[in-house]
């Protein structure tokens, strides 16, 4: 398995001839798009920065979209989509006003290997058959910093008490976040006790898990 992260929230997973595509940008974001071909691409949060199924259709590939709660059997590959809420791009004056957003917590199993994407969650206390759902994680992809997700230390806490062996951050090179999100990331690695050096993409087998607990792993956005 091989893990890209292109910013934001958008990351590529291959595995095999099959490329899983999360929370692609969109060509309206003011986020500046990638673009590749993917067989499955899943949506959190239905806002521009998260939802570019177009910048993952390309060439003969023309994924299979999933853009909400439910369980599903793609190409081999398990997903199932739990309901979660998000209050990013909300104003903080419109949020008493305002509905939160649906945010779809997406788990996937591949190659023996869990993983759980949390997407733009805003809220760790999620209903009790909701974190049942989330057992055996291997990698996290969790949301730091930034109007609308969890803060550094709300994200570091509620990511361990999960249990998985890797932690990815994501979120904090969100464009338009606060200031409080550019030192996201710094926050979040000092909850952890941990400074890894980013590298730029992850490359990974089952065996490579072993003895790993919260481990956090940073990734560079990738400029291809």
């Known amino acids: ?10 990351f590529k997973v291959q595995f095999g001839d099959i490329t899983l595509a999360f929370n692609p940008v969109s060509k309206d974001s003011k986020i500046k798009p990638s673009r590749f071909g993917a067989d499955i691409v899943l949506v959190s949060t239905y806002h521009e920065d998260f939802n570019g199924i177009d910048q993952v259709t390309h060439g003969d590939k023309k994924p299979f979209a999933i853009s909400g709660p439910g369980e599903y059997e793609v ?18 004056s419109e949020k008493s006003a305002e509905k939160p957003l649906v945010n779809t917590i997406y788990t996937v199993s ?3 290997m ?29 949301p730091i910093g930034g109007e609308g997700v969890l803060d550094a230390a ?5 990511a361990v008490s999960l249990e998985p062996k890797l ?18 990331l ?6 952890a006790g941990e400074n ?29």
């Open 1 to 10: 398995m091989v893990i890209t992260y292109f910013g934001a929230e958008f």
């Open 167 to 184: 932690i990815i951050p994501m979120h904090y090179s969100t464009a338009g976040a606060d200031m409080g999100a550019a030192n996201a």
């Open 154 to 158: 709300k994200a570091y806490k509620f």
């Open 114 to 142: 869990n993983l759980c994407f949390l997407g733009a969650i805003n809220n760790a206390e999620l209903a009790n058959e909701t974190v049942e759902a989330l057992d055996e994680i291997d990698i996290l992809f969790v």
């Open 196 to 224: 890894p050096a980013p590298v730029a993409k992850l490359t990974l087998k089952k065996k490579d898990l072993e003895g790993k607990e919260a481990d956090v792993i940073v990734l560079e956005s990738s400029k291809e």
């Open 75 to 92: 190409k081999g590959v398990f997903i199932k989509g739990l309901a979660s809420e998000s209050g990013y791009g909300q104003k903080t």
């Open 110 to 112: 591949l190659e023996n």
């Open 186 to 191: 710094k926050a979040f690695l000092k909850e």
